[in-house]
C-alpha cells in the first residue's frame, strides 16, 4: 500500500502543468501531414515521414519532457533529411535541445524524414516511463512529444497516418478519420498526444458527442475488459449526471475525446497528458493497488470537468481543483459500486488524512499558500488532503442547512452552466460567495480560518452531522455509522458517499 501511494502525488501533480499549456487560440491553417510507418521486422523503429507547409525556417519537437538530455527529445531522432518540393536536398543546421535550422525552408514546403529510437528504457525518467516511450509484446506506446518534429505556431487539422504490420490497430487520441488514420486539431493536440500500435484491444464509450476511447494491453488487462469498461462507464455517467453535461473546453481548445491507455506492469504508474490517460497497471497487485488505479482513472478523469471545463484563476484554488475532484472521485467510485463504505472511509484516512495532518504545513501553512508556485509538490498532503476535506465539510453545511436539499453538487452544476465553453476562472473568493449562497450561511469564518487561515479542517465535527462517529485516535482518522443518527443525519451520509443523484 505505502509503495503503491507514493506514485501518486507525481501523477496528480503532473496534471497542473499539463493545465498551462492548453493556452493560446489557434486562428490560421497550414497544411501539415505525418506518415508513420512501423515494420513488424523492428518494431523499435519508428520511421517518419512529413510534409510541411512551413512558416519559418525552424524545426522542433515539444518543449515538455526530456529535460535531462542535453539534445531533449532529439536524443532518439536518427537520420533526419529535409528535401524541397523538387527533391532537393536542404541543408539542417543543427540547433541543439531538440531544434534545427533548415536554410531557405521558410515559406516553402518541404518533405522531412527521420527515425526515432525506442530506446527510453534505458534511460531514468523523472515522471516515469509512461511519459516518454515504451515497448511491449504486444506493441509499441508512444507520446506524441516524443516522436513529432513540428514547425510553426499556428497550425490545424494536422493529418496522421499509421503504416503498420498485418493485425496491428493504432488507438490515438487524436480524432481517428479511418483505420489508423487520425487528425490532429492544432499543433497542441498533435504533440500532447499519446498512441498504442500493437495487437492490443479497445473499447469506446460515447455520451452526447465525447468519446472516451480505452486502449487495453497485456493479456491479464485484456481479461479484465469488462470490469474496465463498468468502472468506465459508472464514472462517466456519474460525472455527467452530476455536472450536468459532458466536458467543455473554453474556446479555441476541443476535447471531445480522451484516450485512456493501460498497459501490464510490475510497477504502477500513471501520466496525464493533455486530457489523456497512461497508466501502467500491475494485474497481480494487491487490492490496494487496485483501488489506487480506479483513483488515478476517475481523478484524472474529472478534471476534464473540474480543471478544464471549470477553470480556477490560479494555483492557489489547486485546494479545490485538487481537492474537490478526489471528493467527487471517491463519490463516483462509491456510486459506480467499485468502493464499499469501508473502503470510502479508508481511502479517507489512509491516502488522505495521513498526507493532510503529516504535511509538513498542517496547523502553519495555509492550502492556498502553498500552492502558489514552486514548493506546491512538497504539500501533496495540504492541497489534495485539506482541499478534499474543506470541500466534504462544505457539502455537509450545505445540507445540513438546507435540509439536504442542496448540496456541493448544485455548486458544480452552477459553475458548469455559467463556466463550460468560456474563458471565465474563478477565485476561492467566489467559491467562499457561492457556498454562502448554496447553505444561506455566511461561509466568511470558515474560509478565514480553514481556506486563507492555517487552522486544520474540523474533519470530525463535520463528519458527526452525517450521522457518523468520528474522532482521530493515535493520529488515525477512524470513522463509523452512529446507531441513533437522525432522517437527516443519515440522508446527509447517503449524500458524502454516493452524491443525490
Ligand atoms: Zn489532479
Redesign the pocket.
Known amino acids: 500500500m505505502k509503495k503503491a501511494i507514493l506514485y501518486i502525488p507525481c501523477l496528480?501533480l503532473i496534471?497542473g502543468t499539463v493545465q498551462a499549456v492548453f493556452g493560446t487560440a489557434v486562428a490560421k491553417s497550414s497544411a501539415a501531414t505525418y506518415r508513420v510507418n512501423i515494420s513488424k521486422d523492428n518494431p523499435r523503429l519508428l520511421k517518419v515521414t512529413a510534409e510541411i507547409a512551413m512558416n519559418d525556417d525552424e524545426l522542433y519537437m515539444s518543449r515538455n519532457g526530456a529535460q535531462q538530455f542535453p539534445n531533449r527529445w532529439a536524443k532518439f531522432v536518427r537520420n533526419l533529411r529535409v528535401e524541397d518540393k523538387r527533391l532537393r536536398r536542404l541543408k539542417v543546421i543543427d540547433l541543439g535541445a531538440a531544434r534545427w535550422k533548415v536554410e531557405g525552408a521558410a515559406k516553402k514546403v518541404i518533405t522531412i524524414r527521420y527515425e526515432v529510437v525506442l530506446d527510453h528504457e534505458k534511460h531514468k525518467w523523472s515522471g516515469g516511463i509512461d511519459g516518454a516511450a515504451f515497448a511491449k509484446d504486444w506493441g509499441v506506446f508512444y507520446t506524441g512529444r516524443s516522436f513529432l518534429i513540428m514547425n510553426g505556431q499556428d497550425r490545424e487539422d494536422i493529418k496522421i497516418s499509421f503504416d503498420i504490420p498485418a493485425g496491428w490497430k493504432v488507438s490515438g487520441s487524436w480524432s481517428q478519420t479511418k483505420p489508423n488514420g487520425f487528425v490532429a486539431d492544432n499543433l497542441n493536440d498533435l504533440s500532447e498526444s499519446m498512441f498504442f500500435a500493437g495487437t492490443h484491444e479497445e473499447f469506446s464509450i460515447n455520451r452526447g458527442g465525447f468519446e472516451l476511447l480505452f486502449a487495453l494491453g497485456g493479456k491479464e488487462i485484456v481479461a479484465q475488459k469488462s470490469k474496465f469498461r463498468s468502472l468506465a462507464q459508472g464514472v462517466m455517467d456519474y460525472y455527467i449526471d452530476l455536472m450536468g453535461g459532458i466536458p467543455k473546453s473554453p474556446p479555441g481548445n476541443v476535447f471531445e475525446k480522451s484516450i485512456v491507455i493501460i498497459n501490464s506492469d510490475s510497477k504502477m504508474d500513471g501520466e496525464v497528458i493533455g486530457s489523456h490517460i497512461n497508466m501502467i497497471f500491475n494485474p497481480a497487485g494487491d487490492e490496494q493497488s487496485k483501488i489506487i488505479s480506479k483513483f488515478i482513472f476517475a481523478?484524472?478523469f474529472f478534471?476534464l470537468w473540474n480543471g478544464k471545463t471549470i477553470v480556477a484563476e490560479k494555483t492557489t484554488e489547486d485546494w479545490f481543483k485538487?481537492g474537490v475532484?478526489s471528493y467527487y472521485t471517491l463519490k463516483a467510485l462509491h456510486h459506480a459500486g467499485e468502493i464499499n463504505d469501508e473502503t470510502y472511509f479508508g481511502v479517507l484516512n489512509n491516502l488522505f488524512y495521513q498526507r493532510y495532518s503529516n504535511d509538513k504545513g498542517y496547523g502553519k501553512q495555509s492550502m492556498r499558500d502553498v500552492a502558489d508556485g514552486f514548493s506546491k509538490g512538497e504539500h501533496w498532503g495540504l492541497i489534495y488532503g485539506g482541499g478534499l476535506f474543506v470541500g466534504l465539510c462544505q457539502d455537509i453545511s450545505i445540507r445540513e442547512n438546507t435540509s439536504n436539499k442542496k448540496s456541493l453538487d448544485d455548486l458544480m452544476r452552477s459553475y458548469y452552466r455559467s463556466y463550460s465553453g468560456t474563458s471565465k476562472s474563478y477565485s476561492t473568493a467566489d467559491m467562499q460567495a457561492s457556498m454562502t449562497k448554496f447553505s444561506g450561511k455566511d461561509q466568511s469564518g470558515f474560509y478565514k480560518d480553514y481556506v486563507y487561515g492555517v487552522l486544520p479542517v474540523p474533519i470530525t465535527n463535520c463528519l458527526s452531522k452525517a450521522g457518523l462517529d468520528a474522532s482521530i485516535e493515535k493520529g488515525q482518522l477512524k470513522v463509523s455509522a452512529r446507531d441513533n443518527a437522525s432522517a437527516l443525519e443519515k440522508a446527509i451520509l447517503g449524500g458524502l458517499l454516493s452524491g443525490n443523484n
Request: glycine residues 0%; charged residues 30%; proline residues 0%.
Open positions: 496528480l496534471f481523478h484524472e478534471h485538487e475532484t
